[in-house]
């Protein structure tokens, strides 16, 4: 393994692993066993500071959970990483986010922009699928919150046969919600995922890359602009495209490799660790899972 230490980043996003805690129970979640457990400590405010300040460059320092929102520090983290000169978001099921309170002090906090899953799409029997709940309502509501306070949204789904049918009409409330809050001139983008078989996952069909631009460029009518250049960098498992409508999105395939790694040797994801070492994200998991087999 390729240890990075801060001094010597080389990535363009850092991940922050916020809290192991999550109420729900979603059939897919990297962490797997670290989910809840005890042996696993939240981020540390002193930490956690000390190792963002001393990057070299400014990066996308992106707050992941399992579920970030249950930190209370949350809004904190975000302060000093602003403070920091880096670019906060965080990736979100968006459930705290129907608050229109919760909302607006995330924004004022310093998230202008964040990851929010609706692997669901509209529909509570989805969710109910693939995140053991009904919680569409919820989640409309969340979005159109980060529309009004002008929190840039990144909609991201984990896309199966489960749920195909229903991204369309995502869609369309996504480009709905664009248009009534004027975002035609911001980069709202809408992320599809296959299944990562890391952690817990559904026992689903793992689509590749070219099998999501088959099934999207034919439920939503054609996908225009197709490059797998993301950020200057030349990526093998993702692309990028843009609909007729304006609206951008991405495709990102997380098949594994021979080592059971996807995105290995990514030079875009690292992740500061429990150590508060910066270092390849996916490889960062794979050998907290190979050590519990040892």
Same mark, same amino acid.
């Given at each position: 393994?390729? !240890?990075?230490?801060? @001094? ?40 956690? +500071? !000390?190792?963002? =300040?001393? %990057? ?19 809004? +904190? ?5 602003? @403070? ?11 459930? =705290?986010?129907?608050?229109? +309170? ?45 529309? =009004? ?18 991204? @369309?009409?995502? &869609?369309?409330?996504?480009? +709905? ?38 099934? %999207?460029?034919? =439920? %939503? ?25 304006? %609206? ?5 395939? $997380? ?10 040797? @990514? ?10 070492? &910066? ?13 519990? $087999?040892?």
């Amino acid at each position: 393994m390729i !240890k990075v230490e801060p @001094s010597n980043n080389i990535f363009k996003t850092i991940s922050i692993q916020t809290t192991y805690k999550c109420q729900m129970k979603c059939s897919n979640c990297y962490l797997g066993d670290m989910l809840n457990n005890k042996n696993y400590e939240d981020v540390d405010l002193y930490k956690f +500071e !000390k190792a963002i =300040k001393q %990057l070299p460059n400014r990066c996308d320092i992106r707050f992941i959970g399992a579920e970030p929102t249950l930190n209370p520090n949350l809004f +904190e983290l975000v302060k000093i990483a602003r @403070s920091a000169g880096h670019r906060p978001s965080l990736l979100t099921n968006g459930l =705290k986010l129907r608050s229109y +309170e919760y909302a607006r002090a995330l924004k004022k906090a310093g998230i202008n922009m964040l990851g929010i899953s609706m692997n669901g799409c509209l529909e509570d029997e989805i969710y109910q699928l693939m995140d053991n709940g009904k919680y569409a309502k919820q989640k409309m509501i969340a979005l159109e919150n980060c529309f =009004k306070f002008k929190i840039l949204p990144h909609i991201n789904v984990i896309l199966v046969p489960e749920n195909a049918h229903a991204v @369309s009409k995502l &869609v369309s409330y996504v480009e +709905e919600l664009r248009i009534k809050y004027n975002f035609t001139k911001y980069p709202v983008m809408i992320r599809f995922k296959s299944v990562g078989q890391v952690g817990n996952y559904m026992k689903t069909i793992t689509y590749d890359l070219n099998q999501m631009i088959q099934i %999207l460029n034919f =439920k %939503l009518n054609g996908l225009q602009d197709i490059s797998y250049k993301v950020n200057g960098h030349v990526e093998r498992n993702t692309c990028t495209f843009k609909l007729k409508s304006g %609206l951008l999105g991405k495709i990102t395939d $997380w098949t594994l490799d021979d080592e059971g790694i996807p995105d290995a040797g @990514s030079t875009r994801r690292g992740i500061l660790t429990n150590d508060y070492k &910066v270092q390849p994200f996916f490889e960062y998991y794979s050998d907290i899972e190979e050590a519990k $087999w040892k």
